[in-house]
């Protein structure tokens, strides 16, 4: 799936496919009267109903923020032989060494797939490597039934996890990662010998959606330009009910990582029976579902010396939120009092 360069209102029932017109940007926000505004600082725009699924984009209303240390992601610094993944010396199922040899950091997110050494994973928790740094990060098996390799060494597959399994990975434990494998493994019918992931990830990039990923590509070329550079972020629902908030801190680290998440977004809906009469949810009900996790005490998660992570659940949904600490003065600044870390990323799912 080609970068999107784009978004438009999409009803899409089975074989069927209608257009809708063009979705109008959001007017300047107005405290209290703007029915689109997300936050103080993010709004939403009309959704895309793909079967199952609903895409709401999230822009931007204020000045963007910008990538001042420019972040890399997991796919372009393993391309770029910047990152090397390892299983720890003496074998261990939720930790791996990270070895970034990059002079830039790197985020990685909850959820995305690596696969190789003597089991596949995904990465354990939301956050950002530093620079030239090896450590030990938290991560989840996906083959619950194998040991053994001839490697130590990992590789990414360029997938990113289904909505329910990365809230498993950054909310539950080992065994609900595993029972989550297997139940995804059964709907999508690619139950194996070892029991990993590995198959449903692959589906991602190898035709399985294709047809899909062409109707949402065809819609995703419609935006304004200003609207699709402002954009931050989705909000996901299944059936009309929400399932996932993503907002990151700019346009520029979303783009990064966007189709990577649509892919999930896709990868999760695919087994959903359709309902009838679906309503994309408003921004009234995204607002309550986020708020539901706001209102839990934060609890920290995993802290590098680049980020800051914290973890809240409520009654229906958990939050996790990235706070990213490398920021650098320009010289001669002006020194000023400590602030809490800008955020990189914040993470919404459904219990």
Known sequence: MRHATGLLAISLALATTVFADTPKSPPP???GKDPAALSDHTALLAPIQVQSLTLTPIVATGPAGTDEDQLLVLDEAMAAKQVRIQEIADGSVNSLTFINK??????VMAGEVIIGGKQDRIIGRNTVIPPN?????????????????????????????????????????????WNEVS??????????????????????????????????????????????SRMV???????????TVDVFGSPALFKKVETKLVRSYLTEAVDIAVARDIKPPTATD??????????????????TSAAETVVGSGMRASKAKVGYKLRKAPPNAEAKPDKAAPTVYENYQAK
């Open 102 to 107: 990059a002079g830039h950091p790197v985020f």
């Open 286 to 303: 995204v607002k309550t579902f986020m708020a539901d996790a706001d209102k839990s005490a934060e609890q920290k998660s995993y802290d």
């Open 133 to 177: 740094t090896t450590q030990a990060v938290p991560v989840y098996c996906v083959e619950h039934g194998r040991w053994t390799g001839e490697t130590k060494e990992f590789t990414t597959a360029k997938a990113l996890a289904h909505g329910r399994l990365r809230g498993k990975a950054s909310y539950a434990a080992q065994q609900d990662v």
């Open 29 to 31: 926000p107005q405290a």
């Open 233 to 243: 972020g989705y909000a996901v629902a299944l059936n009309g009910a929400v399932a």
């Open 183 to 228: 139940a995804k493994n059964a709907a999508r019918k690619t139950t194996n010998a070892s029991d990993t992931y590995r198959k449903v990830a692959q589906q991602q990039s190898d035709g399985t959606l294709a047809e899909m990923e062409k109707q949402v590509d065809a819609a995703l070329g419609k935006l304004p330009a200003a609207d699709r």
